[in-house]
């Protein structure tokens, strides 16, 4: 009998299969209320100095206020502006590039050592050169996530190019295509996944840079530099770690949108690797 049926009193019940999604989410909504939980207990119990950790029931209570707080969402704003125009440049920036690479074999070799030679420079230490040459604004923060976001754009695009069927190919060109009509009509759509999920990383990373940036460079707006300013009064700690938990939030939902994407757009290539 299918595990989705069930017998109740002498008849056969039809149960609805349990989504995996939804399990996934109650399990993580369990870990992060028991996370909080033993935060309060550890702290109401004098376990952990208040001093330093505040009880989990204030910073909860703090991170909804600050939700609504009008002089708060500005900031929210002003980091999720610079991430925006980033990601954009990123893309607008890695996607030609590793098609070219991805497409000639001799372009990436003579690229590889450079490429190579770059990719590892943390963002973060670029800050005073970005500083120099950009100032404290939004340009600033938008130049660092730009060259953290290029990366792992560039590096998927490369390799979904390079992951395209070769027989594909020699079919297309075998029914009169030329080398850009291969490229348009057979690689990109191809490697589209690859691209995607570069995106998809690059987005993680560039929002941690945007707050990173913030945090560390200060500036005019932003959640870091929010952050910064309360941090430094020392007796606003509620604040700090609340718009900590902003930030994640910020994180986890813009995740979240591009895992629904991916199953949108992306499912076929999923299906076809056996992913589900």
Do not use: C
Not at 178 to 183: E, I, M, S, Y
Not at 194 to 202: E, K, N, S, W
Not at 240 to 266: E, K, M, P, Q, S
């Amino acid at each position: 009998m299918p595990a989705s049926w069930k017998v109740r009193t002498g008849q056969v019940v039809a149960q609805a299969p349990s989504s995996p999604r939804g399990a996934r989410l109650r399990r993580g909504l369990t870990g992060a209320a028991v996370l909080f939980a033993v935060l309060e207990v550890l702290t109401r119990a004098d376990l952990v100095d208040p001093r330093y950790l505040p009880p989990a029931s204030k910073i909860l209570a703090t991170t909804g206020s600050i939700l609504v707080d009008p002089e708060f969402l500005p900031e929210v704003l002003g980091t999720l502006r610079a991430w925006a125009v980033g990601m954009v440049l990123a893309v607008l920036v890695a996607v030609p590039i590793g098609i070219l690479l991805g497409s000639s074999q001799k372009v990436y070799v003579a690229s590889r050592a450079l490429v190579e030679l770059l990719r590892p420079v943390p963002s973060v230490a670029l800050i005073p050169l970005a500083i120099l040459l950009f100032g404290r604004g939004t340009d600033m923060k938008v130049a660092l996530v730009v060259y953290a976001s290029v990366w792992p754009i560039l590096i998927n695009t490369i390799y979904g190019m390079h992951d395209v069927d070769p027989v594909a190919k020699d079919t297309a060109r075998g029914f009169g295509l030329g080398r850009l009509a291969v490229v348009a009509r057979v690689s990109l759509p191809s490697a589209a996944p690859f691209v995607y999920t570069g995106i998809r990383v690059a987005a993680a990373i560039g929002l941690i840079v945007v707050v990173s940036t913030e945090l560390l460079a200060g500036g005019s707006e932003g959640i870091g530099t929010w952050m910064l300013a309360r941090s430094a009064s020392g007796g606003e700690r509620e604040l700090v770690y609340a718009g900590t938990i902003v930030a994640g939030l910020i994180g986890l939902g813009l995740n979240a949108l591009f895992v629904l994407g991916d199953r949108r757009w992306f499912g076929w290539h999923q299906r076809a690797r056996g992913d589900e």
